[in-house]
């Protein structure tokens, strides 16, 4: 079975940085291109940032040079590092395959996700 674990959050300076984990119990390799979403209170989770199996990265504009996501296939591992962090940052993250119209049998995978909360 497909088991996501998002790790790494908590509570930071506005400024600050963290690092975040996800832990897939399946290879990365077999699930493919891989995203990093996040749901801030009262919106809809949304996806922030993906990358291919070969490393290439794609990010939305309101973490484009702040955040870098990264894979290591080897421990079927993704990172989300996050840096100049700020109040409109704070959200719950989670880790999945980038989903689309073809995908979305992968929206029964979802994970608790990690909390990061910023403060001004």
């Known amino acids: 079975q497909v088991r996501l674990v998002e790790s790494g959050g908590g509570l930071v300076q506005a400024g600050g940085s963290l690092r975040l984990t996800c832990t897939s119990s399946?290879?990365?390799?077999?699930?493919?291109?891989m995203g990093w979403y996040q749901q801030a209170p009262g919106k809809q989770r949304e996806l922030i940032a993906t990358i291919t199996s070969s490393g290439i990265t794609n990010y939305t504009d309101s973490v484009k040079g702040r955040f870098t996501i990264a894979r290591d296939n080897a421990k079927n591992t993704v990172y989300l590092l996050m840096d100049s962090l700020k109040p409109e940052d704070t959200a719950i993250y989670y880790c999945n395959k980038w989903i689309d119209s073809t995908s979305q049998s992968w929206n029964r995978y979802w994970g608790q996700g990690t909390q990061v909360t910023v403060s001004s």
């Open positions: 399946v290879s990365i390799l077999t699930i493919g291109t």
